[in-house]
């Protein structure tokens, strides 16, 4: 018997309900509005009185209203047919939403149920399993998607019996398992999970010790991510966010990449929606749609959506890790979110945290972050989350509470730079304030020198060092002037340029600079490296400048060539020829 | 709004505040109207049998016997052709002792178009202005403010942009619009005979602040119905923004809701958010464009409207007066249209990127160099070139009263390019260069 409740009260999208009988924190539950549902979450509970906050628009609801509520939490449904689809932050697919606008209560499903998918059974009879055993799987797309024991299944099973190979629908039994007290669980190819639960059912979760590469220099040279790692993307608007977000989706080395649109723009989504099936994975030459998932909750959907709609990215991705995927997820931006969590905590009346933010929001933001991560599986595969999520501050200033909670939760920190920007230096991260505390893991050092070169991280610390002084430089010539400083300071000042123009900006726009494999970063920065090196002479610091611009220039010509074309090594051999004028041996 | 036969009269207040009045009724439904002796006014609470109703033009005056007559439905604004030409005031009744228009009834402020069903945008809006056509290219479905301090002449531009845009219709909504330039808008309008494509949702100042909260709601109502059901390209202006952030501030205050940054409620984000996003392309034609202001106090974009209207446009456009040349220019540095890149080296000439960012770089070493010269250094000679190079650039291109042709601003830049600096200090591709450098 599913507990009843009538509305008795409504402020904005908070709707109070009075009810007949138990109700949980955190229960959907569905207002019926002459005949249309609205989908809502209780989030508070008060005696008779629940707290829901509506996923919807209450225009036109009524005191009295009848409400019958679930007895769950918010779910999603997982099983083939998640790839490539386009959701709204409760997974409902927008493909198969009627009409141009959204409308109230359209709630559709997220699998295809109609469909037929090729199953191939995994297991024999008798095998023990456990939650998130393998027990088959089908193609979807270029995935060999697994069908699992449903992570609810808490017990010990044995497998009484599996279908054989051939086409299943995915509501169909494919396998029966007998539980410890002989009891029979019938199996499908989808299972239900509640999306604000960590999916747990792995062996170990060890440090992550692979870095995740992703053809932006300055992330992957100067502050690795690590393959199950987590880092956030801070920036004042118009520094780049996006389109660092859309480089990195288009580009890491994962199977899966799973974009939140959370509370940002429409077009941006659109964006994806229209480029990403014509655009091919640099790695696989499919494209790129294939392996992506959009989880859309635009700034113009209901607010209390874009809640949900991080978690049910993030329950997808624990997902498809534990058929041992290397899941990249994107969410832009978490500032969204935590703004609808601020809205919510407002209409509730609690007493607010720094600026009018909820006093939880650092926790629930760590916890968030937690859910990333590289795993091993019980069968002994491995598969990872590894979780990127941009923040908007306001103002662009980084001392206000989102940035400061993140920051306590995230490992890598790529901070996007007014200035930068400003002089169109892109990306705009700033090399100097961003880092990767990956790259204080021993064994991430030690994969990066096995996997790179012998002295990759080394050379990465110096390139750091002579950004760093280089700075050092430009404030002093800044101070004193140019014929104030030694001619010393001119040239570390242009060496630290160098590195800028070369390694550091790289043009998201430009076929082939947009996207730069290991190698060439590694062939490039010894290269940069090798100049930073050099000697070189000159009469004064009006030659040191045009000089350098000359190499810059060079360098340049070579990172918009094919690697190692005919075209790149004339381009380098002008850069030989420009380095001979001047260097001193 | 007609009362209609039947319809219950309360005429107990139980409260009243400056924006608000509450009183019991049942049956009432979230977000519709209500006369409040003779005020329109919208319920934005109802607990139990207690209904607290926002009344746009204040509550001065207002009597706890006032009577209050439920009007069953929320705010709706009647659509048709007949809406063209025609000045309408916050509620969307006609001014001028117009009679009233015949059309459908629409619900204002109605659902988000499902982002699956929008396109990409791709045409361009050419402006004329190579601030915003070469830097900052406009697109339709494009949403974009333009960041000015009140002495700036956002107005004049803003009408000058609408003019040349070539739009289908163009939907004015002011908020807080001065008579005088409320005045100076229809005087451009009609002096360039186009009128006929023009509607106007008013509210000036002399007329109550919170009644500006319908203004936007109303414009993009008549937006969408030109967009969708007469597929044609409908360009919004919204005057000024920040007024109308304002009066959501007055009445989130007046409901006692706790204030977040600047004073401004929780849940400015959601509701800008709200009015921007209706910027739409639709695979059929059909677009909405919307070109806002959004007055700063001395230039600073860190205040709250600002600052979340940035994250929810797509770039922002900044007046700035430069002192070197003395005239109005877009202002290379802090303006950014972010649709420009489905646009530009694509419907423009390939060259248009790259040149526009070389020509930003070298505005940028002369900015530098300027900073030199004021800090009392001596100036290289590169610098002196820089700084005689942004002096042109800025009179030549950025300036808002240049009104040329795509390609032209392209040529004029690499003239200038060619004029002052080496091919290796402009460092753009090749072989762009060899095809675009001008010969002598």
Redesign the interface.
Same mark, same amino acid.
């Given at each position: 018997m599913k507990t009843q409740g009538k509305v008795?009260?409504?402020?904005?999208n908070l709707v109070?309900v009075e009810v007949d009988g138990p109700v949980a924190q955190n229960e959907i539950c569905y207002i019926n509005l002459a005949g249309t549902k609205l989908m809502a979450e209780v989030i508070k509970v008060i005696g008779k009185l629940a707290y829901v906050q509506v996923f919807e628009?209450?225009?036109?609801?009524?005191?009295?209203t009848p409400v019958e509520f679930q007895g769950h939490m918010l779910e999603v449904t997982l099983g083939p047919g998640l790839l490539s689809k %386009?959701y709204d932050g409760l997974q409902h697919d927008?493909?198969k939403?009627k &009409?141009?606008?959204? @409308?109230?209560g359209d709630y559709t499903d997220a699998l295809d149920f109609d469909s037929e998918w090729d199953f191939t059974p995994l297991v024999e009879p008798g095998t023990q399993v456990v939650a998130a055993d393998w027990l088959g799987e089908v193609p979807e797309n270029w995935v060999k998607h697994k069908i699992m024991v449903p992570f609810t299944f808490t017990d010990k099973y044995t497998v009484k019996s599996i279908v054989p190979a051939g086409k299943y629908k995915v509501s169909d039994t494919i396998a029966v398992l007998v539980d410890s007290k002989g009891e029979e669980h019938k199996v499908t190819m989808y299972q239900k999970w509640p999306v604000k639960k960590a999916i747990t059912a792995y062996k170990e979760k060890p440090r992550p010790f692979k870095i995740l590469e992703t053809g932006v220099r300055v992330i992957d040279t100067l502050n690795p991510i690590a393959e199950g790692g987590t880092g956030f993307i801070p920036g004042?608007? &118009?520094c780049g966010k996006?389109v660092l977000q859309h480089a990195l989706a288009k580009q890491a080395n994962a199977d899966m990449i799973i974009m939140a649109a959370c &509370?940002e723009?429409? %077009?941006e989504?659109?964006?994806i929606?229209?480029?990403f099936p014509h655009l091919d994975d640099p790695r696989t030459g499919r494209k790129l749609m294939e392996r992506t998932t959009i989880i859309?909750n635009?700034?113009?959907?209901p607010?209390a959506a874009r809640e949900a709609s991080v978690y049910t990215a993030m329950t997808i991705g624990e997902y498809y890790r534990s058929m041992g995927l290397k899941v990249l997820l994107l969410a832009d931006s978490t500032s969204?979110w935590a703004?609808?969590l601020?809205?919510m905590s %407002?209409r509730l009346?609690e007493l607010?945290g720094p600026?009018?933010f909820p006093m939880d929001l650092s926790a629930v933001i760590a916890n968030f972050y937690a859910r990333a991560g590289f795993v091993y599986l019980n069968n002994g595969n491995t598969g990872s989350v590894t979780f990127i999520g941009t923040v908007?501050p306001?103002? &662009?200033?980084l001392k206000e509470p989102v940035t400061e909670s993140t920051k306590k939760a995230a490992r890598c920190f790529y901070a996007l730079s007014q200035q930068r920007a400003?002089?169109?230096r892109y990306p705009a991260i700033d090399p100097m304030d961003s880092y990767s505390k990956y790259l204080e893991y021993p064994e991430i050092q030690e994969y990066l020198n096995k996997n790179i070169s012998e002295k990759w991280v080394s050379l990465v610390m110096k390139s750091k060092n002579i950004i760093q002084r280089g700075r050092e430089a430009y404030e002093q010539i %800044?101070i004193l002037?140019?014929?104030?400083v030694p001619l010393d300071y001119h040239d570390r000042y242009w060496k630290a340029e160098i590195i800028d123009f070369v390694v550091l900006q790289q043009d998201a726009?430009d076929k082939i600079d947009c996207n730069t494999p290991l190698n060439r970063q590694r062939y490039m920065l010894e290269k940069v490296m090798q100049i930073c090196d050099t000697n070189f002479h000159f009469d004064g610091?009006?030659q040191c400048?045009?000089y350098y611009?000359?190499i810059?220039?060079a360098l340049? @010509?070579m990172n918009?060539s094919e690697f190692q074309s005919e075209e790149f090594y004339n381009y380098e051999k002008e850069l030989e020829t420009i380095l001979n004028e001047r260097r001193v041996q | 709004m007609e009362t209609k036969a039947f319809q219950r009269i309360y005429t107990q207040l139980t409260g009243i505040t400056k924006a608000t009045v509450s009183l019991r009724a049942?049956?009432?439904?979230?977000?519709?109207l209500a006369m409040v002796h003779g005020r329109l006014a919208q319920v934005?609470?109802?607990?139990?049998?207690m209904v607290t109703l926002q009344v746009f033009s204040g509550t001065e005056g207002i009597p706890t016997n006032a009577e209050v007559v439920f009007f069953g439905e929320?705010p709706k604004l009647k659509v048709s052709d007949d809406l063209a030409g025609r000045f309408f005031d916050a509620y969307g009744r006609p001014m001028f002792g117009d009679s009233e228009i015949e059309g459908e009834p629409r =619900?204002i402020g109605?659902?988000?178009?499902?982002?699956?069903?929008?396109?990409?945008?791709s045409e361009l809006i050419a402006t004329g202005i190579a601030g915003i056509d070469l830097n900052n290219t406009l697109v339709t479905?494009?949403k974009i403010p333009f960041f000015a301090d009140p002495d700036q002449p956002f107005n004049q531009v803003m009408a000058m942009v609408a003019l040349r845009a070539q739009a289908d219709k163009i939907i004015l909504g002011g908020m807080g619009l001065s008579n005088d330039d409320f005045l100076f808008f229809k005087n451009v309008f009609e002096n360039a005979g186009a009128l006929d494509r023009i509607i106007s949702f008013v509210n000036t100042t002399e007329q109550p602040p919170v009644e500006r909260l319908l203004v936007p709601d109303m414009a993009l109502t008549a937006a969408e119905y030109f967009a969708?059901e007469k597929k044609e390209k409908v360009l919004v202006l919204l005057t000024d923004m920040t007024l109308y952030a304002d009066a959501l501030s007055i009445v989130s205050n007046r409901m006692d809701?706790?204030?977040?940054?600047d004073s401004m409620p929780?849940?400015l984000?959601?509701d800008l958010?709200?009015i921007y996003?209706?910027?739409?392309q639709?695979p059929d034609g059909g677009s909405i464009t919307i070109i806002a202001v959004t007055t700063l106090s001395g230039g600073d974009? /860190?205040?709250?409207i600002p600052?979340?209207t940035?994250?929810?446009t =797509?770039?922002?456009l900044f007046l700035r007066t430069d002192s070197d040349t003395g005239k109005v220019i877009v202002d290379p540095?802090?303006s950014?249209s972010?649709?420009k890149?489905l646009v530009i080296g694509k419907k423009t000439r390939e060259d248009h990127?790259q040149v526009m +960012?070389a020509a930003?770089?070298l505005y940028?070493d002369a900015a530098n160099a300027k /900073?030199?010269l004021e +800090?009392?250094?001596?100036l /290289?000679?590169?610098d002196e070139r820089a700084l005689k190079f942004a002096r042109d650039y800025s009179e030549k291109l950025l300036a808002i009263d240049v009104n040329v042709e795509v390609d032209t601003m392209l040529n004029t830049a690499w003239q200038l390019f060619a004029k002052y600096f080496s091919k /290796? =200090?402009v460092?753009i591709? +090749?072989e762009l260069v060899e095809k675009y450098w001008p010969a002598n």
């Open positions: 008795t009260g409504i402020i904005s109070v628009s209450t225009r036109g609801l009524r005191v009295g %386009n927008l493909a939403m &009409g141009i606008f959204l @409308q109230r004042p608007f &118009g996006t &509370g723009r429409a %077009n989504v659109v964006e929606f229209t480029e859309c635009t700034s113009n959907m607010v969204r703004q609808a601020r809205e %407002n009346e607010p600026d009018a908007s306001a103002g &662009g200033n400003d002089s169109k %800044n002037g140019d014929d104030g726009f610091f009006e400048s045009s611009k000359r810059i220039n340049k @010509q918009y | 049942q049956g009432v439904a979230n977000e519709e934005v609470k109802i607990m139990g049998d929320p =619900e109605g659902p988000s178009v499902n982002p699956l069903r929008r396109k990409q945008p479905g494009q969708v809701q706790i204030p977040s940054k929780g849940s984000y959601s958010a709200k996003e209706k910027a739409v639709f974009i /860190t205040h709250a600052d979340n940035g994250y929810i =797509e770039g922002q540095f802090r950014l972010r649709l890149q990127p +960012n930003v770089r940028a /900073t030199k +800090n009392g250094f001596d /290289t000679e590169y /290796t =200090e460092a591709k +090749n």
